[in-house]
């Protein structure tokens, strides 16, 4: 019997998830926290932007693209579990050469922004894109969809996601991910968009994790959470060592 492909994997993850079952996706930002992820038993992992970007030492939505494509391909080929890169609005690259980077840098999926320069993009131009990454990928990409209304503090919020979500499923996206979205939104969101849900989540509640499930989320990621309070531990010690209390 023939291998699945991490792809397929990685789609399959998604899909007929229990309630209070959510997948939890942590975010790797080097090669190191990669492997710690894989160690402990995460199926698959999903880059957060924000995170990597904080590891090279550029603020969040700064990173070259070259660098951010460089950081997540390490990531990806220090792990044997399938890796989703977050490539924020994709860096004004064409579709066809965004494809072909992410497959270039080993990752079975991508985050897309809807929004640019703290801007929303007119919600069939994104949905048009997501078309051509999709054509592009042939199958050989999960494109996580991410909706910015919430996040960009647009009049009712939770309308303008159904429907960008809803568009934007019909392009060919395999998941949404209203960022932000508060819990008391999650079950009608979960009922109106066709397509699995991710959500945002802290690290710190394990229990919460299964809440957002429970309210409709297929998915859980972090951000850059995780590698924010890996800081705080590195700071931490350091202090320590500083004052010699260590």
């Known amino acids: 019997m023939s291998t699945p492909d991490p792809v397929t994997v990685f789609r399959e993850l998604h899909q007929g998830r229990a309630p209070g079952d959510p997948l939890v996706l942590p975010g790797p930002w080097d090669a190191a926290s990669a492997r710690a992820f894989e160690e402990a ?8 932007s924000a995170a990597v970007a904080a590891s090279l030492g550029y603020e969040d939505g700064r990173t070259p693209a070259a660098e951010m494509f ?3 391909a390490r990531i990806a080929r220090s792990v044997s579990v399938p890796v989703s890169a977050d490539i924020e609005a994709g860096y004004g690259l064409a579709p066809e050469e965004l494809v072909e980077r992410l497959l270039e840098a080993g990752v079975v999926g991508c985050n897309l922004e809807d929004s640019v320069d703290g801007v929303l993009v007119d919600p069939q131009l994104q949905a048009d894109r997501l078309a051509e990454v999709r054509s592009f990928a042939g199958g050989r990409l999960f494109v996580n969809a991410r909706v910015d209304t919430y996040l960009r503090g647009v009049p009712d919020p939770e309308t ?3 429907a960008r979500a809803r ?5 060919g996206a395999d ?3 209203p960022i932000t979205a508060p819990p008391a939104d999650l079950p009608r969101l979960a009922a109106a968009i066709p397509v699995p849900l991710n959500i945002n989540g802290s690290p710190h509640d394990p229990a ?3 809440r ?6 297929s998915r859980v990621t972090f951000g850059p959470l995780m590698q924010r309070r890996a800081m ?3 700071h931490e010690t350091a202090e320590a060592l500083r004052s010699g209390s260590l």
């Open 41 to 48: 038993g995460f199926p698959a992992l999903a880059t957060p």
């Open 70 to 72: 460089a950081a997540v």
């Open 160 to 162: 303008g996601t159904i």
């Open 167 to 171: 568009l934007y499923a019909a392009a």
């Open 175 to 177: 998941c949404a991910y």
């Open 208 to 210: 919460a994790l299964r």
């Open 212 to 217: 957002l499930g429970e309210l409709g989320a």
């Open 232 to 234: 705080a531990a590195v």
